[in-house]
């Protein structure tokens, strides 16, 4: 069974501009977390989507929003980037009963 | 609020034992969960503990105790490869679905 894929891997971006991350969960799961990952603050949670509704948001800024689309597969946006959004964005899936989630390799966006 | 606290760092030596703690404070707790991640690789998970007790699997081991708000993952046989960061995770029963927080990580560096 392929894992949860990410794209694009590496991103380059200016302040002010907007971005879009996309992650394919594992074939079968709903779940799709998503987590900023920095030095300073480590893995922090952005947002859960299930079956196309978010479920769970954690303490980000407007700025950062998501969807699901319904095969499970989620996007997430950020506009109007600032320095401080470079981070590794991790997306993570989880199946219908379980606790375990399952991460994907991860977008490098870096603001300059 | 939630916090979750872990060393920052460690070190050991091929063959040893090494054990590292976690201690959480949460308002609602539903499970811990360690991961282990490798630099520049996404995170992968270990173990999951939910009652009190330990869960053993391998090499890897990983303590609950629920009264203390205090979990520990202890590494046997240390291997070079067991360098990596070592993540704790808390998931809250507030929330529904499988949003986690995650301690910072402690970085474990393994010589020989």
């Known amino acids: 069974k392929a894992g949860v894929t990410q794209t694009p891997r590496y991103l380059i971006k200016t302040r002010g501009q907007q971005v879009t991350l996309s992650c394919s969960p594992i074939?079968?799961?709903?779940?799709v977390s998503w987590y900023q990952q920095t030095p300073g603050q480590g893995l922090q949670f952005l947002f859960e989507?299930?079956?196309?509704?978010?479920?769970n948001k954690g303490n980000f800024p407007g700025r950062f929003s998501g969807r699901q689309f319904s095969n499970s597969r989620s996007e997430m946006n950020v506009s109007t980037l600032e320095l401080g959004d470079s981070a590794l964005y991790l997306c993570a899936s989880s199946s219908s009963g379980s606790e375990t989630q399952y991460f994907g390799p991860g977008t490098r966006l870096l603001v300059l | 609020g939630q916090n979750i606290d872990q060393p920052t760092e460690m070190t050991a030596t091929e063959g040893a034992i090494v054990q590292i703690n976690c201690t959480y404070q949460?308002?609602?707790?539903?499970?811990l969960f360690w991961y282990q991640q490798h630099a520049g690789e996404a995170p992968t998970f270990l173990s999951y503990n939910v009652l009190d007790g330990l869960e053993e699997k391998g090499r890897f081991s990983s303590f609950l105790s629920r009264s203390k708000g205090y979990s520990y993952l202890l590494l046997k046989e240390l291997q070079m490869k067991d360098s990596a960061s070592y993540l704790c995770?808390?998931?809250?029963?507030?929330?529904?679905?499988?949003?986690?927080?995650f301690g910072k990580g402690t970085t474990l560096s393994v010589s020989s």
């Open positions: 949460t308002s609602g707790f539903n499970g």
């Open positions: 074939s079968g799961h709903r779940s």
């Open positions: 995770a808390v998931r809250d029963r507030r929330a529904t679905g499988t949003a986690l927080i």
């Open positions: 989507y299930f079956s196309e509704t978010q479920r």
